[in-house]
């Protein structure tokens, strides 16, 4: 069984020497990924049955202010990627297109998909939500191009601190729910699927990816 869930990211034929090394194939790709992940994520939200804890947040944000939960999203990741500073990390252009693409794919998701009534469908939105993550986020880690400003954080606070990245994780998403929670963002059972199952959907997708950049390159 483990088999089916991959431990690593795969060296994939469109990988990236380095963080700024642009081709039409890789950035296809991280493009196509990263709004998978914005569209799983808006999902999610529509399906009113409990956010991604980050969208917590996002959401309380764009309540307060007003916004769009898309624009909330975008003010998110360029606050998160600010606190990459005194890390000294550096941002790569999959770095950036994580914080434009994503939240424009959420608020198109949002403005377009209507909210459904029947709960059988929600849930469905929920599933579906959370597989699309994982598939988006598979992608865009492969190119190579930069993680996301919220991965980038958790690997700085990890490195600087000595601490296990899963706790590291764990502490960082516990304060953004708590506090997207106050704001009036909604949480759920959604959530709670969320965060039980978004770390075997990045592992089976990237299992998926893996089989097919071998069979490819065959």
Same mark, same amino acid.
């Given at each position: 069984?483990?088999?089916?869930? =991959? ?5 994939t034929?469109?990988?990236? %020497?380095?963080?700024?090394? &642009? ?9 196509v ?10 999902? $999610?939200?529509?399906?009113? &049955?409990?956010?991604? %804890?980050? =969208?917590?947040?996002?959401?309380? $944000? ?10 909330? +999203? ?21 770095? $950036?297109?994580?914080i434009?693409?994503?939240? &424009? ?10 909210? %459904?009534?029947?709960?059988v ?39 600087? =601190?000595?601490? %296990? ?18 704001l009036?963002?909604?949480? #759920? ?20 990816? #893996?089989?097919?950049?071998?069979? +490819?390159?065959?």
């Amino acid at each position: 069984m483990r088999r089916f869930f =991959s431990h690593s990211i795969p060296i994939t034929n469109w990988r990236a %020497p380095h963080q700024w090394a &642009l081709s039409p194939l890789r950035v296809s790709i991280l493009v196509v990924g990263l709004t998978l992940f914005g569209i799983g994520d808006g999902l $999610l939200i529509i399906s009113h &049955l409990g956010n991604a %804890p980050w =969208s917590v947040l996002s959401q309380g $944000l764009s309540r307060q202010l007003s916004i769009s939960i898309g624009w909330a +999203t975008f003010i998110v990741s360029a606050a998160v990627l600010l606190l990459w500073i005194p890390f000294k990390q550096r941002p790569g252009i999959g770095t $950036l297109a994580n914080i434009l693409v994503i939240a &424009l794919a959420i608020d198109l998701t949002v403005a377009w998909v209507p909210a %459904p009534e029947a709960l059988v469908v929600r849930a469905y939105l929920v599933i579906s939500g959370i597989a699309l993550v994982g598939a988006g986020s598979a992608l865009y880690l492969t190119c190579g191009l930069g993680v996301g400003p919220r991965d980038g954080l958790m690997t700085a606070i990890h490195y600087k =601190s000595g601490l %296990p990245v899963a706790r590291v994780r764990a502490g960082i998403e516990g304060v953004v729910l708590a506090l997207g929670w106050l704001l009036g963002g909604r949480v #759920g059972i959604g959530t709670l699927l969320f965060a039980l199952g978004i770390g075997g959907a990045v592992a089976l997708w990237l299992t998926v990816v #893996g089989l097919f950049t071998k069979n +490819t390159a065959q």
